[in-house]
């Protein structure tokens, strides 16, 4: 088993954090998005992510993308979309958005 991953976030995942992480009434919400960061870097088959692969979207160079839940049963639950690269032990963060 690998020692985990290394997270690169696009600026567009680096705008929804700095908004999470500033704004009071988010705090619950950037709390289970720093979570399921956390277990993205160490296990993103992490059975509470119920990460699966997002169809409808690939990565740059036609990466499979995933979906992963920071929340569940919320309304607007946050979710985190990300694909493995570009380099091995790698995974980008493209973006963290409320489910719509």
């Known amino acids: 088993m690998s020692n ?3 997270l690169f ?3 567009e995942a680096l705008r929804a954090i700095e908004a999470l992480k500033t704004d009071p009434a988010l705090n619950k919400r950037w709390k289970a998005v720093g979570k399921a960061l956390a277990y993205l870097q160490s296990n993103p088959r992490h059975p509470g992510l119920n990460t699966h692969k997002f ?4 990565g740059p160079n036609g990466e499979d993308v995933f979906e992963a839940y920071a929340e569940n049963n919320t309304p607007g639950a946050y979710r985190i979309f990300w694909f493995y690269g570009p380099s091995k032990s790698q995974i980008t963060v493209i ?5 719509p």
Do not use: N, Q, V, Y
Not at 55 to 58: A, F, V
């Open 95 to 99: 973006a963290i958005t409320p489910h």
């Open 4 to 6: 985990g991953f290394t």
């Open 55 to 58: 169809t409808s979207l690939s």
């Open 9 to 11: 976030l696009t600026d």
